[in-house]
C-alpha cells in the first residue's frame, strides 16, 4: 500500500471517528457533565501528545508570544466544547455535526477575508 492509500484509509478512519464523537456526546451526556467531559478530552488529548513530542525530539519549551496565543485558543476552544456539549445533549447530534462541518470552512473563509491572511506559496 502507497502513501497515497494509506493517508485515504486514515483520513476515513478519522472521519468516522468524528462522526460518531457527535454521538458519544449525546449518550454521554445523560452521564457526566459538561466541564468533566472537557476535562477528560483535553486530558486523553494532552496524555497522548506527550510521548508523540518526545519521539519526534520537540521540546516543551514556549515562548511568551506563542504562550499568549495558546491561551486565546484554549478560551476559545472550552467555549466552543461547552457549547458542542449543551448543544448535542439538548438538540440533536445529526444536526451539531452537520451545522459544525458547514459553518467551520465558512467561518474560516471570512475570518481569514477580515484578518487579509494569505497562504505563501
Known sequence: MN??????VLLFLG?????GSWVNV?????YISAYEMILMRFGITALTMVPI???LKHSFKIDLKSLGLVTLVSIT??????YYYLGTKF???SLGGAMVTTLIPILT???LALLGSK???
Open 3 to 8: 502513501n497515497k492509500n494509506i493517508f485515504y
Open 15 to 19: 472521519m468516522i471517528a468524528w462522526g
Open 26 to 30: 449525546k449518550v454521554l451526556g445523560n
Open 53 to 55: 513530542i518526545i519521539w
Open 77 to 82: 476552544l472550552i467555549f466552543y466544547n461547552k
Open 91 to 93: 438538540g440533536t447530534a
Open 109 to 111: 473563509f471570512v475570518f
Open 119 to 121: 497562504k505563501s506559496e
